[in-house]
């Protein structure tokens, strides 16, 4: 099995109206690695990550996942979105199932399945609940826990703490890195936060302002027993953050 597990080769992306998003982008993301895509607003993070999804077909190039071509969406590839995208006339252990009920899982054996990951998230007590009875940070816990019960090997996540605050923010980045622990899932991280990045990410890959190609890749090496602060307050911490901001801000000038 190859430590690569996505393969993206020489990808292009252009929008009716001629919005180039992306020209010529090719990159290898690791297996069980967490992989950040960092960089200015409009460079394509989500439009790379959308088209890895099979949402969106490139203009040019392809993506291989495990050496197939991505045509479509499919079941190795799950999406967390920002904005929760949770159904509003379900409860908690629905929204976690759904994916689950797409793939004609028995009803008794996803929700068993949709129940250990509620619990997985801190959800327990919340599976009879209504997407506008919970707070911001709890829909977003729905849908990750959601993401999770498919079983998918690949996560897919577009910004999905930007819209909690820092303090929920900087927990659910504690429970990421918790979850992928006993998970050992592959993931693919779109973020604006330098910080953010640095903090959870094996891998940072660094895009360049529009049409997006790789400015840089940094392989991190924190350490991770050492405690959420102290790692925010460490040399190599501080480090990895100065450099990409000092590569980012040359191409912002």
């Not at 159904?87 to 054996?109: I, Q, S």
């Not at 050992?184 to 640095?198: P, Q």
């Amino acid at each position: 099995m190859s430590d690569r597990i996505v393969e993206i080769k020489e990808i292009g992306m252009t929008y009716e109206g001629g919005c180039e998003a992306l020209r010529g982008l090719s990159l290898d993301i690791p297996r069980s690695q967490l992989t950040s895509l960092i960089g200015p607003s409009g460079c394509g993070k989500t439009t790379l990550l959308k088209i890895m999804a099979g949402l969106i077909r490139p203009t040019k190039g392809e993506i291989l996942v495990d050496g197939k071509r991505v045509e479509g969406p499919g079941p190795k590839r799950a999406l967390v979105f920002q904005d929760f995208a949770l159904l509003p006339w379900a409860t908690t252990l629905r929204n976690v199932a759904f994916g689950l009920e797409l793939r004609k899982v028995p009803r008794r054996e996803r929700e068993r399945i949709a129940r250990a990951y509620i619990d997985q998230v801190g959800l327990s007590g919340f599976e009879k609940s209504y997407p506008h009875e919970l707070s911001g940070g709890m829909q977003q816990r729905v849908g990750l826990a959601r993401a999770l019960a498919v079983d998918a090997a690949i996560l897919l996540m577009d910004e999905p703490f930007a819209s909690v605050d820092e303090q929920t923010r900087r927990q659910f980045q504690d429970d990421l890195i918790s979850l992928l622990q006993g998970e050992r899932k592959t993931v693919v991280f779109v973020t604006h936060s330098i910080e953010e990045a640095v903090y959870v990410s094996d891998r940072i890959v660094l895009l360049s302002p529009r049409p997006g190609n790789v400015m840089q890749i940094l392989d991190t090496d924190l350490a991770r027993d050492q405690g959420a602060e102290a790692i925010r307050r460490s040399k190599a911490y501080l480090d990895y953050v100065d450099q990409l901001w000092n590569v980012l801000k040359n191409y912002l000038q």
